[in-house]
């Protein structure tokens, strides 16, 4: 469960008290099993992705750790341990940097973080077409000034996500002002 304590840390992360059964082997019940507890609720936890609370990115502080409760016939013992941890949500009109992953004729893939972002050619400003024939294919302005490829650097929009038991999937723009391919201004210097 999770307890309504969500403290915002940024627009897209949040610090939320969450709580996780961790059960473990009794070789691992001696002196250091609070240690042994840490270990395998952030090998857990961490990198997970919840679809109602968002990416679980870290584990920050334990609240409790709860009695151990032995599980018949196996030895094994649950403990219930409650934690605070920051996590990653994307919102809607929210505006990211994410990296291109793959360019097509539909749009292009992008990532923000763990985020797996579409932005559809309908969402890519008219002045830029599909260029099938380039090493890699990208997008390219009329006039051949931006191009939009693969592990290039863009800033969109969040339109929208959808959001799975253990998935999030977010659709984006590009064709607003100040959106699309980043410039490392060393460049323009």
Request: aromatic letters at 10%; charged letters at 25%; proline letters at 4%.
């Amino acid at each position: 469960g999770i307890n309504a304590e969500y403290g915002r840390i940024s627009e897209m992360f949040f610090r939320i008290t969450l709580e996780k059964n961790i059960s473990l082997h009794p070789k691992f019940l001696g002196p250091s099993f609070k240690s042994d507890l840490m270990k395998k609720l952030h090998s857990e936890i961490e990198g997970t992705c919840s679809g109602r609370y968002g990416f679980i990115i870290s584990v920050i502080d334990v609240v409790d750790i709860g009695l151990g409760k032995v599980q018949e016939g196996t030895g094994f013992v649950n403990f219930k341990v409650k934690y605070k941890a920051i996590v990653f949500r994307p919102f809607r009109n929210e505006i990211v940097d994410a990296v291109v992953t793959q360019v097509n004729k539909m749009g292009f893939m992008a990532e923000v973080g763990p985020l797996q972002v579409f932005v559809s050619r309908h969402w890519i400003p008219e002045d830029m077409k599909f260029d099938p024939h380039s090493t890699p294919p990208c997008y390219i302005s009329d006039d051949s000034t931006v191009r939009i490829a693969k592990d290039d650097e863009v800033r969109l929009k969040i339109t929208g996500s959808r959001f799975d038991a253990s998935e999030i999937f977010s659709v984006g723009s590009i064709k607003e002002d100040y959106l699309g391919l980043l410039v490392n201004a060393s460049v323009n210097s």
